[in-house]
């Protein structure tokens, strides 16, 4: 009997088109737009000027908030503007603009792909090292991995989950980077298990990746307390909370952290990071990126610098076809439709999907029908049914003890419903408007 | 015989008991009086008892609670009323009484259609509040107007429709109270309460836009590019520039008309103004040429 989570979750159409093909570099692109937002935190402050001249992996803006990591230069060359660019959203955020010339990197990263499995840094040093790398949990939520791994006072860290699973349809970076770099990721968990002082680390990988997961038991065998764990396929059993219910059986509580129940979770792209980060002394300078969709003719998995605008990963795959009815950073879940091809790729971006008109036009609304699907699939036991209305009329203190805030925005409610209701847009609407009061309430 | 004793125990014994109520009931009402102001029935009945919420409070019950505890009205204010009702108020209460300008809700967009070519499709949920958090909308003004009508939806005086042809609110002055329920309403801060002036007349900057000027042009044709023309024009300094954005300043405006030609964009407003004499039309159109 293969692990799952317990509480809802669904089985939507896996569609992974570019399952089991090999990672392609992108070729460098002439110029790159970097956003100094690309962390969930404050904007990073900028440290260089127009007209400098920047090299591959060289610091432009260091990451001051709470929750802000550091931005590099993923390419080599001049700073040709600082200027504003769409970001995901399409409004306009503060980027550097770098012209590309040739492919510098600074002398002191190492560039071999040699296995390197001795780690000599402490476990200080090795988070020293990933904040000065930038690195962000590259599953989408842009976390920044050193705030992770600063375990607070009062608690303890006793294991560390790593998420291979990659629930989301389409995808498949995580997948591919499991094929090719599994040792490197075996050992990227070794460093982040000496910088949490734990022994025993979990990797949780869906059963339909069943080449990975012999990959990752196989080489996982010469790594002490390091278990691989085959996963029931279901939605979105990627999510933090899930995965750790599924593995270890413990809970989140509402409003909490995972480290609250000892527990530190990464996304096997963020491992990878790691790895070069404190081996190579490479920072997050690259990502693979899925660029796949049913109407593409060659769907693939690239690995990009950050910067590189949308419309070169689609070029790569063939060019977007004339009934293409959304581009979509992301997955087809929890993705983001974006307006523009010229956005640039971010440290979060995991794929970009182009999806056939057919499928994303909406349907009308419907009245509900009380069927209570909606609950039957919320992985939180939440009744989306209700907080709905709830958030449609502002009833604030209703949504709060509706406990909105622990929605994690999957989307299974609003995929499920036989009225094409748009819960989760309302119940963001509702979250972002809870959060406000909850913001200032703490402010008083 | 029979029949009128029964008649007479019943009425004998029904007054004894409503009797025994009422002098228990008498000493409940004491032992339980709840005090309240006699003037806040006065001061609610002069109140449009429209329950909308301009003043910040819930409702007309509420703000004359607030009223006649208040000792100068300070901040208290019905802008349904307006003047006349706080007057009435006032004297109600004997009191000063405090005026305000009357002010009119309007939209500093201009961005239909034809002006702000569309760039992206949008068919999520029908609520600005939604789009606007989702995404910057369907053109690449990422300040300009929706038009799913959250404003349309909160006006409790019918004074918002919006324009089939524009897709943008259209506010009917008469109707407006300046409640400011439309500027809650709008995720983008598009509406602003204006002076009203006599006649509806009216002059203002319809563009929210702050982009620089290229950016802003490029997304809209009739946004503000923040070219200082106006600014410069205008003889009365009533006329702010910040973030690439002109804004008009009612209190300092006086209506004297000369920015309005000035701008190359067309994106000041006028309404209610005679028409411009011949000579004057001339020198605005061959200043649009130059331009």
């Known amino acids: ?444 | 015989m029979m029949m009128s004793t029964t008649i007479i125990y019943t009425i004998v014994s029904l007054s004894l008991l409503g009797a025994v109520a009422a002098v228990v009931l008498y000493f409940v009402a004491q032992r339980f009086k709840v005090y309240e102001d006699p003037r806040i029935d006065l001061v609610e009945a002069e109140l449009p008892a429209a329950n909308c919420g301009g003043c910040g409070f819930a409702g007309c019950r509420n703000l004359a609670v607030a009223l006649v505890k208040s000792e100068n009205f300070d901040g208290l204010y019905c802008p349904v009323g307006g003047n006349d009702v706080m007057a009435k108020i006032a004297s109600v209460l004997g009191r000063e009484t405090v005026t305000r300008d009357p002010r009119v809700a309007v939209l500093k967009c201009q961005g239909s259609c034809e002006f702000r070519p569309r760039t992206s499709k949008y068919d999520g949920a029908a609520s600005c509040a939604i789009a606007s958090a989702l995404y910057s909308g369907e053109t690449g003004c990422t300040y300009g107007c929706h038009g799913y009508g959250d404003c349309v939806e909160v006006c409790t005086f019918d004074a918002l429709r919006i324009d089939l042809i524009t897709g943008l609110p259209v506010v009917d002055d008469q109707k407006c109270t300046s409640c400011g329920a439309c500027v809650k309403a709008c995720p983008r801060n598009l509406f602003e309460l204006r002076k009203r002036w006599k006649g509806d007349k009216k002059i203002y900057v319809a563009c929210s836009n702050e982009d620089k000027g290229g950016v802003a042009r490029k997304n809209c044709s009739v946004a503000c590019i923040g070219c200082n023309k106006c600014f410069k024009v205008c003889p009365f300094e009533a006329i702010i520039m910040k973030n690439n954005l002109a804004y008009i300043d009612s209190d300092k405006c006086r209506l004297c008309r000369k920015c309005a030609p000035e701008c190359p964009t067309h994106a000041i407003i006028e309404t209610g103004f005679p028409a411009r004499k011949e000579k004057a039309q001339e020198t605005a159109d061959t200043n649009n040429v130059t331009a």
């Open chain 1, 1 to 444: 009997m293969l692990k799952t989570f317990q509480r809802g979750g669904i089985h939507p159409p896996e569609n992974k088109l570019s399952a089991g093909k090999a990672i392609i570099p992108l070729p460098v692109p002439g110029t790159v737009a970097i956003l100094l937002s690309q962390h969930m935190g404050a904007p990073a402050k900028l440290l260089v000027e127009k007209g400098a001249d920047v090299k591959t992996g060289q610091l432009i803006a260091k990451g001051e908030g709470f929750l802000s990591g550091n931005i590099h230069a993923s390419v080599s060359g001049k700073i040709a503007r600082i200027d504003e660019v769409q970001d995901v959203s399409g409004y306009r955020r503060q980027a550097v603009y770098i012209e590309v010339a040739g492919d510098e990197w600074l002398e002191d990263i190492k560039l071999d792909s040699v296995l390197d499995r001795e780690i000599k840094p402490e476990g200080p040093e090795i988070i020293q090292k990933i904040t000065e790398a930038g690195i962000v949990g590259l599953g989408g939520a842009t976390f920044p991995s050193h705030v992770k791994l600063t375990v607070p006072r009062g608690k303890k860290a006793e294991c560390l989950v790593v998420n291979g699973v990659e629930c989301e349809p389409y995808l498949t970076s995580d997948h591919a980077l499991m094929l090719e770099k599994a040792e490197e990721i075996l050992v990227g968990v070794q460093i982040l298990k000496k910088a949490l002082n734990v022994n025993i680390a979990h990797i949780g990988i869906e059963n339909n990746k069943t080449d990975a997961i012999e990959v990752m038991q196989r080489l996982a065998t010469s790594y002490e307390g390091i278990r691989v764990h085959a996963l029931k396929v279901k939605y979105p059993q990627g999510g933090e909370k899930q995965l750790i219910k599924a593995i270890t059986g413990r809970e989140v509580p509402s409003g909490g952290l995972p480290v609250d129940v000892g527990v530190v979770a990464f996304n096997v792209g963020t491992v990878f990071a790691v790895y070069e980060a404190v081996q190579k002394n490479k920072p997050l300078v690259e990502r693979v990126v899925t660029v796949t969709g049913k109407n593409v003719n060659n769907p693939s998995n690239f690995r990009v610098r950050i910067g590189t605008p949308v419309s070169l990963l689609i070029e790569a795959v063939g060019g977007m076809t004339e009934n293409t009815g959304k581009i979509i950073m992301g997955g087809p879940m929890m993705g983001k439709a974006i307006g523009s091809a010229e956005i640039p790729v971010v440290k979060g971006t995991s794929g970009i999907l182009l999806m056939p008109d057919t499928e994303t036009a909406r349907s009308s609304i419907q009245p509900c029908i009380r069927c209570a699907k909606c609950v039957s699939v919320c992985p939180l036991g939440l009744e989306p049914y209700l907080l709905m209305p709830l958030a449609e009329m502002g009833i604030h203190d209703s949504l709060e003890q509706e406990h909105v805030m622990d929605c994690i925005e999957c989307g299974s409610c609003s995929f499920t419903c036989p009225s094409d209701r748009p819960l989760l847009d309302y119940i963001r609407l509702g979250k972002s408007n809870v959060g406000k009061i909850i913001r200032s309430r703490k402010k008083q």
